[in-house]
């Protein structure tokens, strides 16, 4: 697989591949057709596959998502793009209580082949309703997988994958980098006996405390000093770039963790 300088291309690369090799899939969300997608994933894919394929919506993410649910279990594979996945609250109904139980509630007899993307976190003064992090809501969710690729290359690789997966995955487009990496972290922190954990989201119930939590089940007497985490401030984020910055994790803020750990007071 090639690499990519662009994230973008490489999303778009990804979903226009496995478009080519199976015409059950298809895109839909708002402005994903005419405008390109609001982050031009999607430029160039209504001219290739056609308005059936690539579908504009209305702003109605409860009734798209239902929709491609009911696709999903009759034989289609729906990419739903969410705008933002803030607005993903809107169809979290549908997500939660319809594609992520239907394989349990039908007994194994429908899967529910489905994706759900778009963008997620902080973008830059978007205001506190559009700046949020709700990976670690989904990921609590028997059902279904949660996938934050940190790279371009692995974007391509981990969204042909979900694409790919009978069940509904939650495919996050972010800043945000978690990953399965168990072993290499739990390997890391017998090494340097410290661990210092970074995470754009609100500190309580997060994916960070989740690691905190193996790490300390699976290495603790290999640690040197309590685990720390640099969150998100645990409020909605503000509009004020100074207030921004006073909220997210920053590399000055890093720093300072890091020092804590090694013990080092200047």
Same mark, same amino acid.
Request: aromatic share 8%; glycine share 8%.
């Given at each position: 697989?090639?690499?990519? &300088?662009?994230?973008?291309?490489?999303? !778009?690369?990804?979903?226009?591949?496995?478009? !080519?090799? @199976?015409?059950?899939?298809?895109?839909?969300?708002?402005?994903?057709?005419? %405008?390109?997608?609001?982050?031009?994933?999607?430029?160039?894919?209504?001219?290739?596959?056609?308005?059936?394929?690539?579908?504009?919506?209305?702003?109605?993410?409860?009734?798209?998502?239902?929709? &491609?649910?009911?696709?999903?279990?009759?034989?289609? $594979?729906?990419?739903?793009?969410?705008?933002?996945?803030?607005?993903?609250?809107?169809? =979290?109904?549908? $997500?939660?209580?319809?594609?992520?139980?239907?394989?349990?509630?039908?007994?194994?007899?429908? &899967?529910?082949? $489905?994706?759900?993307?778009?963008?997620?976190?902080?973008?830059?003064?978007?205001?506190?309703? +559009?700046?949020?992090?709700?990976?670690?809501? %989904?990921?609590?969710?028997?059902?279904? *997988?949660?996938?934050?690729?940190?790279?371009?290359? @692995?974007?391509?690789?981990?969204? *042909?994958?979900?694409? @790919?997966?009978?069940?509904?995955?939650?495919?996050?487009?972010?800043?945000?980098? %978690?990953?399965?990496?168990?072993?290499?972290?739990?390997?890391?922190?017998?090494?340097?006996? !410290?661990?210092?954990?970074?995470?754009?989201?609100?500190?309580?119930?997060? =994916?960070?405390?989740?690691?905190?939590?193996?790490?300390? *089940?699976?290495?603790?007497? +290999?640690?040197?000093?309590?685990?720390? !985490?640099?969150?998100?401030?645990?409020?909605?984020?503000? %509009?004020?770039?100074?207030?921004?910055?006073? &909220?997210?994790?920053?590399?000055?803020?890093?720093?300072?963790?890091?020092?804590?750990?090694?013990?080092?007071? *200047?």
């Amino acid at each position: 697989m090639r690499q990519f &300088s662009i994230f973008r291309e490489a999303l !778009r690369e990804a979903l226009s591949e496995e478009m !080519r090799k @199976n015409e059950n899939i298809y895109l839909m969300g708002e402005e994903v057709a005419q %405008y390109n997608g609001a982050y031009k994933v999607s430029q160039g894919m209504l001219d290739e596959f056609g308005d059936k394929r690539v579908i504009d919506t209305p702003i109605a993410e409860l009734g798209f998502a239902g929709i &491609s649910a009911g696709a999903a279990m009759n034989g289609l $594979i729906p990419i739903v793009e969410f705008m933002t996945f803030n607005f993903s609250l809107v169809a =979290i109904d549908q $997500i939660i209580n319809g594609a992520a139980k239907i394989l349990s509630m039908s007994g194994g007899q429908f &899967s529910c082949p $489905i994706v759900f993307r778009g963008p997620t976190g902080n973008a830059g003064q978007l205001g506190a309703q +559009h700046s949020q992090n709700f990976e670690n809501w %989904y990921a609590n969710c028997p059902g279904l *997988k949660v996938v934050i690729p940190s790279t371009p290359y @692995n974007a391509k690789g981990l969204l *042909k994958a979900a694409i @790919n997966d009978p069940d509904p995955v939650i495919f996050m487009e972010s800043e945000v980098m %978690y990953g399965d990496k168990g072993d290499v972290l739990i390997n890391s922190v017998k090494k340097t006996n !410290r661990l210092v954990i970074v995470e754009e989201a609100w500190p309580l119930a997060s =994916i960070s405390s989740e690691i905190t939590f193996n790490v300390q *089940k699976n290495a603790f007497d +290999h640690l040197d000093a309590p685990i720390l !985490r640099v969150t998100c401030a645990d409020v909605p984020l503000p %509009y004020a770039p100074t207030l921004i910055a006073a &909220s997210l994790p920053n590399a000055e803020k890093v720093v300072k963790a890091v020092k804590e750990v090694m013990y080092v007071n *200047k």
